[in-house]
């Protein structure tokens, strides 16, 4: 009896998953390497809504059984590959932001990107090569006081609080690609403009500026290479 309803479970799970996986290619939300991208159903309502209007409120459904489980899924067909979360590169723009702001969740928040101790691997993780090496210089500096990036670019703002973020959908042009982050720091209404260029690997940040900001590439003293 318990082999029979075991073996009715794992069908049951079988099925659910193959839904699952028809729903995610069906939106172009599988990886080339067949990783579910998380955030194009995590990141914002906006996302979904857009499926909703495009076809009805039965797969806004799924969606939001997907969102339940799929980051365990996520994380098992990375172990299968052979990677793991920090090493596998970001498969979509969107992915690449939402984990910039996955470093201020919890009640330790440490910022990596921000730490006098961050290293080569992960600022070529998040950012472009010439914004990555133009970062850990100026990061180097700061024991001196003599840095230029002394705000959080990510935030505009030296102790942040986010709340309510929204990552809007990408707009692609050739390999760069644009989004925004909306959220509340400190009960204040804040927009950070991304943008991110396409490797062979994946996506990574170009740059960064605020509604009121010049722009990471440019305090940086970096040019701006997209044409």
């Known amino acids: 009896m318990a082999t029979a309803a075991a073996a009715a479970s794992g069908a049951t799970l079988g099925s659910t998953i193959r839904d699952e996986t028809s729903f995610l290619r ?56 052979g ?16 984990a910039v702001y996955a470093q201020y969740e919890g ?10 101790q961050l290293d080569k691997s992960t600022a070529n993780h998040f950012f472009e090569k010439e914004i990555a090496a133009a970062w850990l210089r100026d990061l180097a500096k700061a024991a001196n006081g003599d840095n230029t990036i002394d705000v959080d670019p990510f935030t505009e703002s030296q102790d942040p609080t986010i709340a309510n973020l929204v990552i ?32 062979p690997d994946g996506w990574r940040i170009y740059d960064v500026r605020s509604d009121r900001g010049q722009g990471l590439r440019r305090a940086l003293g970096l040019r701006d290479r997209t044409g």
């Open 107 to 116: 009640s330790r928040k440490s910022p990596k990107l921000l730490s006098l």
């Open 83 to 98: 990677l793991t979360v920090s090493e596998a590169q970001f498969a979509t723009p969107e992915a690449a932001v939402q």
């Open 26 to 81: 069906k939106h172009d939300l599988i990886s080339p390497q067949g990783l579910p991208l998380i955030s194009r159903v995590q990141i914002s309502i906006s996302g979904a809504s857009a499926i909703s209007a495009r076809d009805g409120q039965e797969e806004l459904a799924m969606c939001a059984l997907i969102r339940s489980s799929l980051f365990a899924c996520a994380t098992g067909a990375m172990l299968l590959t």
């Open 168 to 199: 809007s959908p990408a707009t692609m042009t050739g390999d760069y690609a644009v989004t925004q982050a909306r959220f509340r720091n400190a009960r204040k209404a804040v927009r950070i403009t991304y943008r991110l260029k396409r490797a």
